[in-house]
């Protein structure tokens, strides 16, 4: 456990970089160009489907502001999707602390950037067990590991980090960022953090539920002993 603690922080974060990967796209056609107008050099990280979503969105503009986290992180995606952000240097740019001179001094000698917002939200599991026959292996491969550990990771880091889960408060931050010269308030960030650690919860709390219902001989009856 960290015994480092934190006496300095900014109220008021200039959103710069934005790591995105949502399941809920609704929204993004507003938020992500409303993002870029009110800082034009804002830089995006984002996989899969939310990237071509962006992309989609920005058009030409998305050559300036939008990358790939792999070419970001200099890491191609495990075959699958399996592995996309769970990386070094996206965890050293959330989790880093402004006013820490060893955090600041890692984010140079790596070549990272501080992540100041996140999108973030999880595929609902409860969908994912709805299904008739669904079986134990299908459920464990829908487990999400990356979006979770996002989402954690930046409602952790609230003294300089948003983390966004849910589309309804793209408004409020908009409305924020443009009162502010692009930046999210102390305020605004903790009470997305609550929500943050909520969604995660909900979503926990569902597979742990789920596997709790299940037999050992509903496990077993899915592989080759």
Do not use: W
């Not at 710069?16 to 409303?34: C, N, Q």
């Not at 669904?134 to 996002?150: F, K, L, Q, S, Y």
């Not at 692009?182 to 909900?202: C, E, N, P």
């Amino acid at each position: 456990m960290s015994m480092n603690v934190v006496e300095r922080i900014d109220d008021f974060v200039k959103v710069r970089h934005v790591l995105a990967s949502v399941f809920d796209k609704s929204g993004l056609e507003t938020f992500i160009p409303e993002l870029v107008r009110i800082n034009p050099g804002i830089k995006i990280f984002s996989t899969g489907g939310t990237y071509k979503k962006i992309k989609e969105i920005l058009g030409e503009k998305a050559d300036s502001c939008l990358m790939q986290v792999s070419d970001y992180t200099g890491q191609p995606e495990t075959q699958g999707g399996l592995v996309k952000t769970l990386d070094f240097k996206i965890y050293l740019g959330l989790l880093t602390e402004t006013y820490n001179d060893a955090h600041n001094s890692d984010i140079q000698r790596t070549g990272s950037v501080h992540i100041d917002l996140t999108l973030c939200n999880l595929y609902p599991f409860k969908d994912t067990i709805s299904k008739s026959g669904v079986t134990v292996e299908m459920a464990r491969g829908n487990i999400d590991i990356g979006g979770p550990c996002m989402i954690r990771a930046s409602a952790k880091n609230f003294i300089r980090v948003a983390s966004v889960v849910d589309p309804s408060d793209y408004s409020a931050i908009l409305s924020e960022m443009t009162s502010n010269d692009g930046a999210i308030s102390l305020q605004l960030r903790y009470r997305l953090a609550q929500k943050a650690f909520d969604h995660t919860a909900v979503y926990d709390r569902t597979i742990s539920d789920f596997l709790d219902s299940r037999p050992l001989d509903e496990v077993t009856e899915c592989y080759n002993l």
